[in-house]
């Protein structure tokens, strides 16, 4: 194929810009290792700026394509000249890893906020990486470097100046790197080479300072530097490179071009040569978690296990947890991960002292040791089989435990990692934020030149599942011919685009922690957010070097539990943990079976209430099976009606053999788990774990063409050469290749059906104590307060509207503030202060903690007692908080709107000056002049400050007039018999287009008598305009669909219910029927 | 008690367009504005002839709202083919503002005081803040027709006049007369809503029988305040702010309003609100300001009887300017102001239009001979009329005569500029009217990596102290050049071809340099070369452009420029040194 170069046979690059230098780079770290390799180069460096983060990638991509990976980067010190660094070995890479660290943390992160910008830190010119020679210098063992000297200054006294300051530093381990790009004087340049290196006896070596790997990628490297400096390709010309040379040259050209430069091109071995370090030899150490003197962790794990063990079961461990409990520690031993679930054990220790409500899920977090350790509340001894694939001995896979924890608290958790690692030893886990298939047309259509509304047009009609097959069918929607030159132009740089990095963000929750220090490992970086740090690899990367982290994750949920169990106490019920809520409640299961689980965990959305009556859950199990099969996975993979068939009794179960039937028992013969998938295809096609691991990992890829066909393949060749029917050989891959979208391992589903079954029970049992919880814990869920004290007001509680004079900042209690219709055995909800729109928590927290003085007088002494300024008066006036204080609302706010005095100024000299507040008699009275409100308006202004009203709804006050035309109530169309045509009018709660609908979409509407569920076929929606698609409150006609016990209505015509007020009237059909009325709707599509 | 008539003339900025090209009136018309982001957003907009019933709903589109959002709106009401059809056209607050000055001027018919309004409500209300002077653009004239009405029958009869006059120049226009000018602009705004009340009929049935292209109303002195009570507050031109606010608590109406105690107004909003109210009410005088400016000097010569241009010696029309200039020049220099337009008429005899003659200068100028010989070198370019009546002079635009001050501390640019100023602002005004203005240019150089696009011609700008041509760094593409070794490379030659020309060159290796070429029939021996520079650019303006350039030495000693074109192979000529 390729000829060797030379007598020694090769040419290594030194000097490769991956995109991972994030905007400037043109190709992936992996494209330009797999195109290094096929040109026959004995070696390649990656050296972005200031970054390893693409390096893990090329480090697996260079396995594959059997290349030598030398690691490296670019540093560009303040005060010098820049340098490529490559890691010479071991010591080498963590020097690397410290002096970037080091450079890292001293740049301050861009504000939150201006993500749209391209930050300094996202890719402009400032790496983010602060340095100075001298740091350089310090951390130098085991490095080599490069010194591009194509950037030295012109001269050359001052050329030698800065390589001098650098030979200094440095000694031999200093190269001067030739780079020469097809200028018209490379001739030139490599004679002033020559003459420098002689001057300083600095040694040459060929590079490329290559930016792309194929020369085809010169306009996505010009157009990536345009989106850098934020102008139009052309604006920013002036800065681009003015030829496309800078990509992996063949390597018979390499020594045409350094022909004039002997030995530069073998010495590019040499210094490949010096360079032995691979990331394989990183050793990544679990942290020693902090074990008694004189005992070992496999014992001390041991002992905390029984001694939970014994708390767990006061009355004996069962045999069958004694068992599991025996058998998962010797395995643990044996592996080695003592030291990782007593790390677990620490976190969760932490938090429970700090009264964090916390929980495990993930592999290793069913075990019956994190039962016992308290890590997990799922009782083994409740769960019939879940531990089979616990640490796998065959897998070297590492065990796998996420921890949620209360989301306003997890923050304490992260900054004790911190404060018990230390900020060298602990980061979080790093998110690659990648270039989508929107803002990459976005970015590419503004350097293009497109004007900014045409790119607007154009990354408005991109939905957000949109693939790049959508993008000549969408532009030529928003009036862009594709075919053009600058349609087709957009089209090809956005498809190249789409998948490189953007820049950094942090994981959800991955936290990694290491014995040595962390930041000789990976650089370590600061986070936007203050206070934390990421490290610059992502997931995948960990997973690629065996890295373990835990996954510290914020669950709005168990922030609203731990609320509840709080509120049930003070209201004199009885303390509640996870586990010691009452187990397998007849009520709950009863409750869940009736779909009646708005505001409960996972099972409150419309696709699970529709799933419920038709499951009717009757234990635990079947819990979980709920979580897990109304997913997109389980959808796609058509598994849902099998399996509800056969629980039914319609379908008999059948098993091809005993293995499989062992494998799919306890789901009826359907996967509906992603562990039951990797069973299956190593009980039925013969796979082994370790590919069968591979598959749960290509489920995620099989979007890609390619891996697909591969699994396929080999997934039903070995089903029939194990005598399964084609026909199940196919179905069980269409099941399996649901997954690829999104399955649920059971070990989640078991922890979150807990969760459920908590939340269900609390809302049975405790319903005000409940959704006073889930109020003080928005926004989270699927329901917008309106609809949770709707909810709550259903099931017989009374709730109270905020009131300066009673409301605390959350929603509280109260025993005896009970309404005429509620329900005497629950206490009455009084809404908080946090339910008041633009109220900050410092001020209303204030409010509560200053009442307990006393009660307010007035308007006034609230004001200058609280230190209210006028905005935060006029919030709470509007809400209506004031009506305690003030005759009526608008007599509220018009009080509320007067202008204090300046800041500052001293309320004693007030009175003296004439200040502003008791200057003019009858300022602060009532003013007789303003007209009472309507109860429509109430109602409208509870909706605008609040979102919710206690006292109507709003369709309501338009009922006459639109029972006239035709127009029934929810409840009365709930009762209509099958394809009845019907007219109903309700407020939008909340839009959905789910992926697996083929574009229907589901509106939930709502009137004063109840919510109907709308469902739009695609045709529909496109025939209604954007008025009517984003309209606050819908008339729709349509037909009844009756499926059991649930009530669809099959819309075939969508009119918004409120015409916009300066609508030319003559037009108008009717008068509007409900003015003003924010959109209350939560959107999903 | 003055009388008030207002002129409101609904979406003016498309009113305007209109009428200047009629045209489009059978095309959607957009005016926009760019919003900080740099997006358009609809300030006005107007079909004119729509083809038919919108398909849906008729279109409610708003100012404010973003054009691609105004063209979804358009394309849901009459289909997508609509927006192929629209004209975008971007808001120019000047033109519209001056347009309006000569309705205004016409509109002397109606009435001796005209003003283009609204008012600002400044003078009389005493100092205002920045922030509480409203600067929304004008969009009526008002005129004050105290005692004028007569003329037309009544007052009545004078607004239906004006409606329906201006509606003949295909301008609508809604008039109303009320007592003062506040209350007169609330009222043309909603003269259905007004003329409802003044016959008495109940508000709220209005959209049903009354006639909404009622196009005037009076209402009666004294009875603003009973009549447009009904009025909206926006009305009363009141900060979309205080609107929000007003109407949060229920106050809707000018009516509401006027119940709320000022006191208590004034507590809690700028001092704008009560102003607005005491102008409506006819409290406090607004008086209006006609259209401000001093006339420009003019003058003119007409002759005792037509004269021959022939019969005219070559003294005598350089004479006559100067006499006129000077009578020109000498009201502006009393204000320290020179002339940067000129227009001068030769008034042809009978009903021959004139021969106009417009002269433009690249910086004002007060010199009487400076603008005779302008003058003279575009008479020199005119075909002169046979015979005229009369000369005019007017001078068309002056500006304020720059007393530059020499600099304690030159640079070397201001320097140049301060010495050269005046000499070379002088030669560009004789050459520009020599051979006009587009004609005199000068070289740019550009960053660009094409060499044919590393520079540009561009006309001369504005002022003498010419802003020093940006000077392109050589070559393009070094990222930030600053500082780098980058001396060599951007040898450019001398002369370079407007564009390459083939040649026929003869090279040893594919890729390698030219050994041999034929130019203008004679063979070149290459004896040096430089080279190549391989240039790949302008990707984004068309077909890549991708050459290797090599600087040629041959036997004969010429320096020669090529080039071979790596699409095709081919090789071309791009330029010559010396």
Known sequence: MVQPVNDRGGYAELHCTSNFSFLQGGSHPEELVTRAAALGYAAVAITDRGSLSGIVRAHAAAKEAGIKLIVGAVVEPVDAVPLVLWAANATGYANLCRLLTAGLMKHEPPRQGDEDQPTAWSGGDDTGCRLTADEVAAHAEGLLAGLPLARLPATDESAVTAIRAWQERLGDRLYGLAEVAREGDDHERLEAFARLSRCTRLRLVAAGDVRYHDRNRQPLHDALAAVRHGGTVEAVRARLLANGERHLQEPERINDRFAGLPGAVARTLEVADRCHFSLDELRYEYPDASVPAGRTPGAYLAELSWKGARQRYPNGVPMKVADLLEHELALVTELGYEAYFLTVFDLVRFARRRGILCQGRGSAANSAICYCLGITSVDPARMSVLFERFVSRERQEAPDIDIDFEHHRREEVLQYLYGTYGRMRAAMTAEVICYRLRSAVRDLAKVLGFSLDRVERLARVLDVGDTLEHLPGRLAEAGLDPASEAGSRLVTLAGQLVGFPRHLGQHVGGMVMTRGDLCELVPIQPATMTGRTVIQWDKNDLDELGMLKVDCLALGMLTAIRRAFDLVEQAGGPQLTLATVPAEDPAVYEMVSRADTVGVFQIESRAQRTMLPRLKPTCFYDLVIEVAIVRPGPIQGDMVHPYLRRRQGDEPVHYPNRAIREVLEKTLGVPLFQEQAMRLAVVAAGFTPGEADQLRRAMGAWRRPGVIDEFHRRLVDGMLARGLSRTFAEQVFQQLRGFGEYGFPESHAASFALLVYVSAWLKRHHPAAFTAALLGSQPMGFYAPAQLVRDAREHGVAVLPVCVQASGWQATLEVDGKGAEADISQPAIRLGLEQVHGLGETAGRRIEQVRRAGPFASVDDLSRRCRLDRDELLHLARAGALKSLAADRRQAVWRAMQRQPEPGSMPLFEAVDGGLLPAEPGATAAEPGLPPATPLEEVIADYRTAGLSLTAHPLQFARRQLAREGVVTAAVAAALPEGRRVKVAGVVLSRQRPATAKGTIFLSIEDESGVANVVVRTAVWQQCGPQDRRAAALLVVGRVQRRGAVVHLLATRLTACQTPAESSPGQAEREPLVVGLPRMSRDFC | ?578
């Open chain 2, 1 to 578: 008690m003055p009388r008030i008539m207002t002129i409101w003339l609904p979406r003016w900025p498309v009113q305007r367009i209109l009428v200047e090209q009629p045209s489009l009136r059978s095309q959607p018309v957009f005016v926009c504005r760019r919003n900080h982001r740099g997006l358009l957003m609809v300030a006005a907009w107007a079909w004119a002839m729509p083809p038919a019933r919108p398909a849906g709903r008729r279109p409610v589109i708003e100012p404010g709202m973003s054009l691609a959002e105004a063209m979804a709106v358009l394309a849901s009401a009459y289909g997508s083919r609509s927006c192929r059809m629209v004209h975008v056209a971007d808001e120019d607050a000047v033109g519209d503002r001056q347009a309006l000055e000569t309705l205004a001027r016409w509109s002397r018919r109606f009435a001796p005081v005209v003003a283009v309004g609204p008012s600002p409500l400044g003078s009389a209300a005493g100092r205002l803040t920045a922030s509480e002077v409203d600067t929304a653009a004008s969009d009526c004239l008002q005129l004050d027709v105290t005692g004028t009405a007569d003329f037309f029958g009544g007052e009545p009869g004078l607004a239906r006049t004006a409606a329906w006059t201006l509606a003949a120049r295909g301008l609508h226009a809604r008039a109303a007369i009320a007592d003062t000018p506040a209350a007169s602009w609330a009222a043309a705004r909603h003269t259905a809503a007004v003329a409802a009340a003044c016959t008495q009929q109940p508000a709220r049935r209005q959209g049903h029988w009354l006639n909404r292209q009622q196009r005037w109303v009076v209402v009666p002195p004294g009875r603003q305040q009973q009549l447009l009570a009904g009025l909206p507050l926006a009305a009363l031109r009141l900060s979309a702010e205080v609107t929000a606010a007003l109407v949060e608590v229920g106050v809707e109406s000018i009516g509401h309003l006027l119940q709320l105690s000022r006191a208590s107004l004034r507590q809690r909003f700028d001092r704008l609100v009560t102003l607005r109210l005491a102008a409506f009410l006819g409290e406090t005088a607004e008086p209006l300001q006609p259209p401000d400016g001093e006339p420009l000097p003019t003058s003119s010569h007409t002759f005792d009887l037509p004269v021959l241009s022939c019969d005219l010696t070559s003294d005598d029309l350089p004479a006559l300017c100067d006499r006129l200039v000077r009578a020109c020049l000498g009201p502006l220099a009393v204000l320290g102001k020179g002339v940067t337009g000129l227009q001068v008429r030769l008034n042809g005899g009978g009903s021959r239009p004139p021969t106009v003659i417009d002269v433009g200068l690249f910086r004002p100028a007060a010199s009487a001979a400076h603008l005779v010989e302008l003058i003279m070198l575009r008479l020199s370019r005119t075909r002169l009329p046979r015979e005229f009546a009369g000369v005019t002079v007017e001078v068309v635009s002056a500006a304020p005569l720059p007393c530059r001050q020499q600099l304690l501390f030159d640079t070397p640019d201001s320097a140049a500029a301060v010495q050269a100023g005046p000499q070379v602002a002088g030669l560009l005004d004789r050459l520009a009217s020599r051979l006009g203005r587009a004609a005199v240019v000068e070289p740019r150089l550009l960053a660009d990596a094409q060499p044919e696009a590393a520079w540009a011609a561009v006309p001369v700008a504005g002022v003498a102290g010419l802003p020093p041509a940006r000077v392109a760094s050589g070559r393009a593409g070094k990222e930030g050049a600053a500082g780098t070794a980058s001396a060599g490379g951007s040898c450019r030659p001398t002369f370079i071809l407007p564009r390459p020309q083939p040649l026929e060159v003869l090279a040893v290796a594919p890729e390698g340099p030219p050994v041999r070429f034929r130019w203008r029939g004679r063979l070149h021996d290459v004896a040096q070369v430089r080279g190549p520079e391989r240039i790949e650019t302008a990707w984004w303006r068309g077909p890549t452009v991708r050459r290797d350039y090599y600087i040629v030495e041959t036997g004969g000693g010429g320096r020669f420029w090529l080039f071979r074109g790596l699409r095709q192979q081919t090789w071309f000529l791009h330029g010559t040194f010396g």
